[in-house]
């Protein structure tokens, strides 16, 4: 299913950016974050699979480590350190899966603003490289490119298929 | 996927980050064109113009044509079908966890209102007694 609210675009060389907004206040959408109790009800990832382990720590330095386990007891797990948390507005954590397809760790931002009881998120992933990581710490909005890569990627396969097509 | 896999995406995205790149890309969209057609729109000189096609090329978002006096660039289109399609199972991904998110946060929401209501209550009916 559909909903027209996620946006994600990659942004600059290793940034993914989600975009959402959720009917509830930001104290809840962070609870809803942080709380392992709350995340195994949510962050279950693809049909039956299970948020099996899941430990968050509230504190700076603090570790996280999720597992999720899948219907023929396949597990995947990740592993991450809290480099900041500010209730309810901010949290920034390292990730690395445990068989990682991508090298070395990413940092994960999630970022809350509320207005009319309406909560906006906006996570950011960085894959990879400290100099993207540092970037996007330092000044991620001051990065910001307003187009989204994956229209124009879209829009311009579509163009060129179409193109291919008829001169074929 | 696999990991070269995910350094092509890399190279995509990298590629992608320039604005000057992207309508490069846009302009090949709608047919070939040589390094000075490309150049016109921009005031930029023609080795600033190359360096942005290099890029462009080792991403494997461009190709040269044949015709070997005018090597015009062309689209290619399979690497920014591949990096759009990442995207999207990846926004599938998160919007299946989001959509379990909602309901959750309705619940939380629906919750606390009903318990306040019901203590409110009983401490009323504390004060008449």
Not at chain 1, 83 to 111: H, L
Not at chain 2, 19 to 34: D, H, K, W, Y
């Amino acid at each position: 299913m559909s909903s027209p609210t996620l946006k994600v675009e990659a942004r600059g060389d290793r940034e993914i950016v989600m975009t959402r907004v959720f009917d509830a206040p930001r104290r809840l959408v962070f609870e809803a974050f942080t709380k392992p109790e709350l995340l195994k009800r949510w962050l279950t990832g693809p049909p039956g699979w299970t948020l099996a382990v899941c430990e968050v720590s509230r504190n700076v330095g603090g570790s996280i480590r999720y597992v999720w386990r899948g219907p023929a007891g396949e597990e995947m797990g990740l592993s991450g350190v809290v480099r900041e948390i500010t209730p309810p507005e901010r949290m920034v954590a390292t990730e690395k899966f445990d068989q990682s397809w991508y090298p070395g760790e990413a940092v994960g931002t999630v970022i809350l603003t509320e207005q009319g009881g309406k909560t906006t998120l906006t996570q950011t992933i960085v894959y990879e490289s400290r100099e993207a990581r540092d970037i996007v710490l330092k000044s991620p909005m001051e990065q910001g490119i307003t187009m989204s890569y994956n229209n124009l990627a879209a829009l311009l396969a579509q163009l060129a298929n179409e193109k291919s097509q008829r001169s074929a | 996927m696999q990991p070269s896999g995910y350094a092509k995406l890399d190279a995509t995205f990298a590629a992608l980050a320039d604005p000057t790149r992207r309508a490069i890309l846009a302009r090949l969209a709608s047919g070939e064109a040589t390094v000075n057609e490309l150049a016109e729109p921009f005031s930029m000189s023609q080795p600033a113009i190359s360096k942005h096609l290099k890029v462009l090329e080792r991403a494997g978002l461009i190709s040269r044509s044949r015709d070997a006096q005018r090597r015009p660039r062309r689209l290619e289109a399979q690497p920014l079908a591949e990096a759009s399609e990442w995207l999207e199972r990846y926004r599938e991904f998160w919007e299946d966890n989001f959509q379990r998110l909602d309901a959750l946060l309705h619940e939380l929401q629906v919750k606390p209102r009903a318990k306040r209501t019901k203590r409110r209550h009983s401490k009323r009916t504390g004060d008449h007694q």
